[in-house]
């Protein structure tokens, strides 16, 4: 599978749960079919971060998870043959706090059966914070992003996902594309803070202008570059608004909390076949 491959609206890592808490709400067919980033994997497990982790906020959400998982092994044995017998072509976000970590998360789950590319989290609000690799210019991802690919076969994509900041997202996402990266996505979480002043970052509609501006102004400089739009999606409306600005595919992510039929009502309406967009979709 190439990004080219990938279908027009995803599941935006760490938004789809395991994909069992999803799946009751995908309609008939379930997971069958559909592009499900997980949450971001590293070599052991996390707990997270302590609570409260997320608090809603005018047009969006800010959270501080601190990126919670099982770990790579108990990943490998439970969760990822649960997602490939339902169907779904599973992305692995991967995370870790060095290159080395990145190269041996994308060297392992090269080797795992049924999973169809990976998504290298370099774009993280905080990657301090939660005890990431620090990713402060266009070099650093790009060299995660090598490690990663040497470890990855060719024949299947590898995302970066960056940050939507507009005064660095082309030099980064060229310094990915160099580095090996099939395709970009823009973007993650904006940096934040509670109300009670921890950090965090933000998402939801209330970023999806500047990620908008992102992806614009990456597929304007980068046109050959696949990008992938993630931020605010929650209807036809914007997610064609990210099409339209030069995005292969959409990825939903925090409205899924609020409805977790999103994904399901735009696989629906992007499947119609010689589906015409109308006035009313925009």
């Known amino acids: 599978m190439s990004a080219f491959d990938l279908g ?36 052991d497990a996390r707990a997270g971060g302590p609570g409260p982790r997320i608090e809603e906020v005018p047009g969006g959400l800010v959270n501080a998870v601190g990126l919670p998982n099982p770990g790579l092994e108990h990943f490998l044995a439970t969760e990822l043959p649960w997602l490939v017998r339902a169907g779904a072509r599973v992305i692995v976000s991967i995370a870790g706090a060095t290159m080395g970590e990145y190269a041996d998360l994308a060297r392992r789950l090269s080797r795992a059966p049924g999973v169809a590319g990976l998504e290298v989290n370099v774009g993280a609000p905080d990657e301090v914070g939660v005890g990431l690799f620090e990713v402060r210019e266009p070099y650093h991802s790009a060299s995660v992003i090598a490690a990663v690919r040497r470890e990855f076969p060719v024949d299947r994509p590898v995302l970066a996902k ?67 739009g993630c931020g605010g999606v929650h209807d036809v409306r914007s997610a064609n608004a990210y099409l339209d600005a030069g995005a292969t595919s959409v990825q939903v992510g925090t409205a899924l909390l609020h409805d977790p039929t999103t994904v399901a009502r735009l696989r629906a309406h992007f499947a119609t076949p010689r589906h015409v967009s109308t006035q009313e979709d925009r």
Do not use: K, Q, W
């Open 162 to 228: 960056l940050r939507p900041d507009v005064s660095r997202i082309v030099e980064g996402a060229r310094s990915c594309h160099e580095a090996g990266a099939t395709a970009v996505v823009v973007g993650n979480a904006v940096p934040a803070a509670f109300t009670d002043g921890r950090s965090g970052g933000l998402s939801g509609p209330a970023v999806a202008p500047v990620a908008l501006r992102c992806v614009t102004e990456v597929h304007r400089a980068l046109p050959e570059l696949p990008v992938i």
């Open 8 to 43: 027009p609206v995803m599941v935006a890592a760490g938004c789809g749960g395991t994909g069992r808490e999803l799946a009751a709400y995908c309609g008939p067919d379930g997971l069958d079919g559909l592009d499900l980033v997980t949450r971001s994997i590293t070599l």
